[in-house]
C-alpha cells in the first residue's frame, strides 16, 4: 500500500496562477482532509470530506475549493494564488467512526506564491 | 480558539523518559485526547489517543489525569529518532476536525 500520496511535490506559481493540487489513498477510508503548515505553527485544516459527496470547511477555507472527486482522491483548488497561501499542504484520510479515527498523511505540497 | 496548552519545547537524554505535559483544562465528556508527531517536514504521524483510561502502546503511553484536564505522553526510552514536534489535540465530537497548535520540540540528545 502506497498510502496516501500527494502530488505534486514542489510548486512555484505567481500571483493570481490557479492550480490543483492531487491526493489519493489506497486505505479505502471513508473521510479525507486538506490542512496547511505555515512556517513554525501548527497545523491548520481548510477543508475536510466526512464521506464520498459531501465537503465541509474547516479553520481556514477561504481562497480554496475542494472536489471529492471519488472515495480515493479529494483534490484542494486555488482558483487565484496569493502570497499568503505560501505555505506546506498535507492531505489525511481516516476511516471515522470506526476504532482510532486514525488520521494518514501524505507526504506533503510544499508551495510558494511570488 | 487552542483547546490544548503544551510546552514550546523539551529537552531528553537518550535513553531515558521523555515525558511530555498537555493541558485541556475545557475538555468535554466525550472529547478524546489524540497525539500526533511530525519528524522535520514530514506529514504528522499518529501515536496514541485515550477518553478516560491510560493507555499504553509499542510507541508510547498516554496518562489521562482523573479530571482529565491534563494528560502526559511517555516515551519511555527516547532514541535520538524521536526528535520531533508533538501535538496534543482534543477531538471535537461534533465533526472529525482535528485542531492542532503549535506542539511541543522535543530534542533527543546523545
Known amino acids: 500500500n502506497a498510502g496516501v500520496t500527494q502530488t505534486p511535490k514542489f510548486q512555484v506559481l505567481k500571483t493570481g496562477q490557479s492550480m490543483t493540487l492531487q491526493c489519493a489513498q489506497d486505505m479505502n477510508h471513508n473521510s479525507m482532509y486538506w490542512y496547511r503548515q505555515d512556517p513554525g505553527m501548527g497545523l491548520r485544516l481548510i477543508y475536510y470530506s466526512a464521506s464520498e459527496g459531501t465537503t465541509d470547511k474547516g479553520e481556514v477555507p477561504n481562497g480554496y475549493n475542494v472536489s471529492r472527486l471519488n472515495k480515493r482522491e479529494f483534490s484542494l483548488r486555488l482558483e487565484s494564488a496569493a502570497p499568503s497561501q505560501t505555505s506546506v499542504y498535507f492531505c489525511?484520510?481516516?476511516?471515522w467512526g470506526r476504532g482510532s479515527d486514525e488520521q494518514y498523511f501524505g507526504p506533503g505540497t510544499r508551495l510558494t506564491v511570488t | 480558539d487552542a483547546k490544548t496548552t503544551q510546552p514550546p519545547s523539551m529537552d531528553c537524554a537518550e535513553g531515558r523518559a521523555a515525558n511530555l505535559p498537555c493541558n485541556h483544562s475545557?475538555?468535554?465528556?466525550?472529547?478524546?485526547v489524540y497525539w500526533y508527531r511530525q519528524i522535520h517536514s514530514q506529514g504528522p504521524q499518529y501515536i496514541i489517543h485515550g477518553l478516560k483510561n491510560n493507555e499504553t502502546n509499542e510507541m508510547a503511553s498516554l496518562i489521562i489525569t482523573e479530571d482529565r484536564k491534563s494528560s502526559t505522553l511517555i516515551l519511555p526510552h527516547a532514541t535520538l529518532r524521536d526528535t520531533a514536534v508533538y501535538y496534543c489535540?482534543?477531538?471535537?465530537?461534533?465533526?472529525?476536525?482535528?485542531?492542532f497548535g503549535t506542539g511541543t520540540s522535543l530534542t533527543v540528545i546523545p
Open positions: 489525511a484520510s481516516s476511516e
Open positions: 475545557t475538555i468535554s465528556g466525550n472529547e478524546y
Open positions: 489535540i482534543v477531538r471535537v465530537p461534533t465533526g472529525n476536525q482535528f485542531y
